[in-house]
């Protein structure tokens, strides 16, 4: 693992920990495991990555699947994550197979 790797890994577990206590005031169907969600999608970083044309991979899938609708469009409308575009996230569930219905 190269340091530059080392940083972004950093950098993004600090966002995701600075969006967990945004969140934390308020509801959402992640309940407590807001921070355990987003660690558990960061195997789709590399796929909705701003410009990315790269497909999920199989553990990223299996999180979404696992993650379900609710969390999902709740991490999607919740606050900004540094390097996702959410377009791009928006569309994992279709790209995995889950057929989740779109979030409103």
Known sequence: M????????VIL???LVEAVLIEEATAHP???T????LIQLVPC???????ST??????????????????????SKGPPISGV???????LP???SANFPPCN
């Not at 991979?57 to 979404?64: D, R, W």
């Not at 575009?85 to 569309?91: C, E, M």
């Open 30 to 32: 992640c309940g407590r």
């Open 13 to 15: 577990i600090m966002v």
């Open 94 to 96: 279709g790209k995995c």
């Open 45 to 51: 970083r590399p796929s909705v990555a701003p410009f």
């Open 2 to 9: 190269n340091n530059s790797h080392v940083l972004k890994t």
């Open 54 to 75: 790269l497909s999920p991979n199989g553990l990223c899938c299996a999180a979404i699947k696992r993650l379900g609708q609710p969390c999902l469009c709740a991490l």
């Open 34 to 37: 807001f921070l355990s969600a």
């Open 85 to 91: 575009d959410r377009t791009l996230s928006l569309q």
